[in-house]
């Protein structure tokens, strides 16, 4: 398993667990034993970047997820999307094509084979839409 694999695991996990106690990701990350965080700089990119850009990323989930309300979608699944679009948008040295296909993964491991392709549907149409975004 690649360390960016394993990266954007822990960061899933902190999204999630930080959904659940309605706090910051950052804070559940940094308060946390040096030793405890794998791949530490790349996860701190991933939660710095969804907490910087959450408002335009959870707009473009509104937008193109069409038939769920944002605070309705399972909480995984919302912050699978969530890490995939900083990736997409954000992250210049990761094609949008393994971005996405890393998301696909951590839905089939973690949620189910519907979110997975749920979640194709939705990163495809804003990869589709990408180069007409003002960011």
């Known amino acids: ?73 399972p909480t995984v699944d919302r912050n699978i999307m969530r890490i995939a679009l900083y990736e997409i948008l954000w992250g210049a040295d990761i094609d949008d094509q393994i971005a996405a296909s890393q998301a696909i993964i951590l839905a089939q491991e973690y949620s189910t084979e519907e979110s997975a392709k749920y979640i194709n549907g939705v990163l495809g149409r804003i990869i589709a839409l990408k180069p007409s975004f003002a960011l």
Not at 12 to 30: G, I, P, Q, T
């Open 1 to 73: 398993m690649s360390a960016r694999t394993k990266a954007r695991k822990r960061a899933l996990d902190l999204l999630f667990e930080s959904d659940l106690r309605n706090s910051k990701a950052s804070d559940l990350l940094f308060s946390r034993p040096a030793s405890e965080l794998s791949q530490e700089d790349y996860v701190v990119m991933i939660i710095n970047g969804i907490e910087l850009n959450l408002r335009k990323i959870d707009e473009l989930i509104t937008t193109y997820a069409q038939g769920w309300d944002i605070d309705r979608m």
